[in-house]
């Protein structure tokens, strides 16, 4: 029982050796570069001795420390800030270390360049496909950018920038999204979050259609009739146009339109809506032939 005690006491001191040993060996770069933000640094301890840092720049020491650990908060990027420490021991100053230290900004993520359409929204079927391109994220130590798109609210895919996306059988959003993210690990330097570069809405296209009536036909010779057209999606403002033998009587402007035939004339309305996605423009009505009875001629009265 002894001897396992032993064992397991000795197995766990090697493993704590191999992780100090590892968290050390990270620190003794003579040249390091790292994120604005806080870093831990660390000699070996010396029992009995305190121990003296120095920094000639670009951040502070938080808190002031003559321990073997030191924490550095770096707030300014730059090149070639020292970081220096020396121990004393019994009155004796021992050797001087020092590390080269670079600071970089904190990732900063990529922004949209060129989104192609270039609109907010669209109606379905008008472009294929949709595309974008970005600026590059910037700071940080072996970082890199990844976008990602989806349609509809679906599952996120991984997007190239530039790559067209395929806009068939979308019904309401395109988005897409990007984020500078791995970076070099234990170099203070966090990435940052998706945020949505590109995004278009789409609108589900609405077919206008139109149809007129005529009332009466057939009519008597030198009676008005009154045509009503009736459109679907026309819209709030939709704009009317009457045509009588293919010429269009520029007074003739709303949903109804009273004239007087001729047998044989053709009545047709076309209609431009005023939904955005409303198709065709204009929407053209079916025709009426004009069915015009002529007056009967009664002869003189007469008498033998």
Not at 18 to 32: F, I, R
Request: some cysteine; glycine content about 10%.
């Amino acid at each position: 029982m002894k001897t396992t005690v032993n064992f397991l006491r000795m197995l766990l001191i090697a493993v704590l050796f191999v992780s100090v040993a590892g968290t050390m060996a990270q620190n003794q770069n003579l040249t390091q570069t790292v994120c604005v933000g806080s870093q831990v640094y660390s000699v070996d301890n010396i029992i009995g001795a305190t121990f003296t840092w120095t920094l000639s720049g670009g951040g502070t020491f938080s808190p002031p420390s003559t321990s073997n650990t030191i924490t550095v908060n770096w707030t300014t990027p730059g090149t070639g800030y020292t970081l220096s420490v020396f121990s004393t021991l019994n009155g004796c100053q021992g050797n001087t270390q020092s590390v080269t230290v670079d600071v970089v900004n904190q990732p900063v993520g990529p922004t949209l360049a060129l989104k192609t359409p270039d609109v907010v929204s669209f109606c379905a079927g008008a472009y294929p496909n949709v595309s974008a391109t970005f600026n590059a994220g910037t700071g940080g130590v072996g970082c890199t950018d990844e976008y990602q798109y989806r349609i509809d609210g679906g599952a996120w895919a991984p997007y190239t920038a530039g790559a067209p996306i395929s806009t068939v059988g979308a019904t309401s959003l395109i988005e897409i999204q990007g984020r500078r993210n791995g970076c070099t690990a234990n170099l203070g330097c966090t990435g940052t979050d998706w945020t949505t570069l590109a995004s278009w809405t789409i609108t589900t296209a609405l077919t206008v259609n139109v149809t007129i009536v005529a009332d009466p036909n057939p009519v008597c010779a030198g009676a008005s009739v009154t045509f009503t057209a009736t459109v679907q999606y026309g819209g709030l403002t939709p704009i009317y146009v009457w045509t009588v033998n293919g010429a269009v009587d520029p007074l003739a402007t709303s949903a109804t339109y009273t004239y007087t035939p001729v047998n044989g004339d053709l009545v047709v309305c076309s209609v431009t809506s005023s939904e955005t996605c409303g198709a065709p423009k204009p929407a053209i009505s079916n025709t009426i032939t004009m069915v015009v009875k002529p007056l009967p001629v009664t002869s003189p009265i007469w008498h033998n």
